[in-house]
Structures are given as structure tokens and as C-alpha cells.
């Protein structure tokens, strides 16, 4: 079974700049989360997706960061304009179904974002 | 709001030393508990999960064991090995919404 995909990997850019991260769940998956990790921190949820919908949001700093996830499979996050701040990895991780509490989340290797 | 701690990294320890990382929680509901292991150039995976008061999780020789009394998930291991070297990420669901801990770099020496 194919994990979770993230692409690019390594992104750095300046501020001010757009930056788009893509992310494919594994198959089947309703579920999708995206994740920013500072370093030296843990896992900050962004967004969480179930199917093409929004089940939660409230992290996500909407003046700048977007988010979509057409048709309910992979996802794009958007940052317009990137600030010093921005820099980190971003996580993607898909589960099975609704986010229940047995849910598992299996995660992708993440993009690194440095921004200048 | 909801919030995980876990205490200060990193842990030293030589091969086959008893291993405990610490973590606590706050939930505004009943949440189900998770540990998370990111190993060197990988990315995070689940290591074991608990969803109800006194379930202890268990996986690869590790345990931790759901306690309400005292809002905690300590993660243990009775003998480590170099290959547990990695950062170890506690991790709460409650309302669907997942709260993670800022991890704790464990290091074994042989």
C-alpha cells in the first residue's frame, strides 16, 4: 500500500513570495489533515478534512494560508504572502474514516519550507 | 483549550536502561491517547494508542496505560535499544480534533 505523498519536498523562497504544497492521502482515505511542525515543536493542525469538507479550521491563519481539497482525494495548501515565520515542515496525514477515536493518522515525509 | 505536555528532551540512555517520557494532558472532553515515533529522516508513525480510562497500549516492547486520574500517558520500555533512538510525539483526539506535545528526543548509546 502506498503512503501518503507530499511534494516538493524542499521549498525555500523569500518573503513576501507564494508557495504551494501538494499532498496525495492513500487510497480510500476520507480523512486529511495538514499539520505545521516549528522546529523544536510538535505538530500544529492547520486543517482537517473529511471527504471535500472542512471539520476544523480554526488554526489556520485564513489572511494568508488557503487550503482545498477537490473531488475529496489529494490537496493543496497555499501561502500568499509567505512570512519569516512561515518557516517549517509541513505535514500532511491522511486516516481512514472520520477521525473517530480508534482512528489512526499515518502521515507523509513532510516539505520543508525556509523562507528568506 | 486542549494541550499535551511532555517533558524536556533529549533522553540519554546506554542499551537495555529502563526508558519512561513523561506526558500529561488537558482535554475539555474525553480524548483518546496516542504516541507517535518519528524516527531519523522519517516521518511520524503511530507507536501504540489508548482510547479509555486504564487501556494500556502496547507495541515493540513499549507500553503506556491510560490514566484519568491523573491526565497522564507515560510512555515506557523496559530495555532500549539503539534502534529506539528517535523523537517520541504524545498525542490527544478528542472531538475529532488531534493535539500533539512538542516530542522528546530519545538517544541510546550502545
Known amino acids: 500500500e502506498a503512503g501518503v505523498a507530499q511534494s516538493p519536498r524542499y521549498k525555500i523562497i523569500e518573503k513576501r513570495q507564494s508557495v504551494a504544497f501538494w499532498c496525495n492521502p492513500i487510497?480510500?482515505?476520507?480523512?486529511l489533515y495538514w499539520y505545521q511542525q516549528i522546529l523544536g515543536q510538535g505538530p500544529k493542525l492547520l486543517i482537517q478534512?473529511?471527504?471535500?469538507?472542512?471539520?476544523?479550521d480554526s488554526q489556520l491563519p485564513k489572511d494568508r494560508f488557503s487550503a482545498e481539497r477537490l473531488k475529496g482525494v489529494d490537496s493543496t495548501l497555499k501561502i500568499q504572502p509567505a512570512k519569516l515565520e512561515d518557516s517549517a515542515v509541513y505535514l500532511c496525514?491522511?486516516?481512514?474514516?472520520?477521525?473517530?477515536?480508534?482512528?489512526?493518522?499515518?502521515f507523509g515525509p513532510g516539505t520543508r519550507l525556509l523562507v528568506l | 483549550g486542549d494541550s499535551v505536555t511532555q517533558m524536556e528532551g533529549p533522553v540519554t540512555l546506554s542499551e537495555e536502561a529502563f526508558l519512561t517520557i513523561n506526558c500529561t494532558y488537558t482535554?475539555?472532553?474525553?480524548?483518546?491517547l496516542f504516541w507517535y515515533v518519528q524516527y531519523p529522516g522519517e516521518g511520524l508513525q503511530l507507536l501504540l494508542k489508548?482510547?479509555?480510562?486504564?487501556d494500556k497500549g502496547s507495541n515493540k516492547g513499549f507500553e503506556a496505560t491510560y490514566r484519568k486520574e491523573t491526565t497522564s500517558f507515560h510512555l515506557e520500555k523496559g530495555s532500549v535499544q539503539v534502534s529506539d533512538s528517535a523523537v517520541y510525539f504524545c498525542?490527544?483526539?478528542?472531538?475529532?480534533?488531534?493535539?500533539f506535545g512538542r516530542g522528546t528526543s530519545l538517544i541510546v548509546h550502545p
Open positions: 498525542a490527544l483526539l478528542v472531538r475529532y480534533i488531534p493535539t
Open positions: 489508548a482510547t479509555k480510562a486504564d
Open positions: 482535554a475539555t472532553g474525553y480524548p483518546s
Open positions: 487510497s480510500g482515505h476520507a480523512t
Open positions: 478534512f473529511q471527504n471535500n469538507g472542512v471539520v476544523d
Open positions: 496525514a491522511s486516516s481512514f474514516s472520520s477521525g473517530g477515536p480508534q482512528e489512526t493518522q499515518y
